[in-house]
């Protein structure tokens, strides 16, 4: 596979559940990033990884845990979501941290009931 | 902190006519100007970039034009295609900052 790969595509829970979304990218990039797209909305930068090191995290709830073990995987932890947290959650990549364009997945629909 | 306004929030035009789409950006200092296409069912795909120190940029049917002064940048589509419709997203970031996205503009040629 190539570039920026995402799974599940889509997700449907209960605000009980506990889920996790996966990235991977195969580009051999240093950066990172998850990303929520709500309808109407711009895109709104959760998380920021550079080198499996979080350095930036934009006031987002607890209730999302990100999880980077290593530079070409990235996680999203959900726990206790709410209907509101319904949203296309993109993880992107980019070569590092310093004006590199940044490659994009397909993204996870995200469905909170 | 840098806000980035997009307009118009949709576009209809005929196949063969041309498209564009503003953006305006409040932070004198972003210097990076990115363009992204995002598809149904996919991620956002970037088609065009531009850094402040130049004013226009062309890949063949897609230009982007940038004036600092005015702190806006445009994106220009010729001879629009139906593969052109998709939502269109603008951004900008200056140095290592992250990237502020517009709020896209969704754009229709019909044939």
Request: aromatic share 10%; hydrophobic share 30%; proline share 5%.
């Amino acid at each position: 596979e190539t570039g920026v790969t995402q799974t599940p595509r889509h997700l449907v829970m209960g605000m009980t559940n506990k889920k996790s979304l996966k990235c991977e990218q195969h580009l051999g990039h240093n950066a990172m990033y998850w990303y929520k797209q709500s309808a109407k909305k711009p895109l709104e930068l959760m998380f920021v990884y550079s080198l499996e090191e979080r350095v930036e995290n934009n006031s987002v709830p607890s209730r999302f845990s990100p999880e980077c073990p290593n530079s070409s995987h990235l996680f999203l932890h959900l726990h206790t979501l709410q209907p509101e947290d319904s949203a296309l959650y993109l993880c992107a990549s980019s070569q590092d941290l310093r004006l590199g364009y940044q490659y994009f997945g397909p993204g996870t629909r995200l469905t909170v009931l | 902190g840098e806000n980035v306004e997009q307009h118009p929030s949709t576009l209809s035009v005929q196949e063969g006519d041309s498209a564009v789409i503003k953006c305006t950006y409040s932070d004198s200092a972003s210097n990076y100007f990115p363009w992204y296409k995002q598809e149904l069912g996919k991620g956002p795909q970037l088609i065009i970039d531009i850094r402040s120190n130049v004013g226009e940029k062309k890949d063949q049917r897609i230009a982007v034009t940038l004036n600092k002064t005015a702190k806006h940048f445009s994106l220009h589509i010729t001879e629009t295609q139906p593969e052109d419709s998709a939502v269109y997203f603008c951004a900008a970031s200056k140095d290592t900052d992250k990237l502020i996205f517009g709020t896209g503009t969704r754009l229709q040629v019909f044939p």
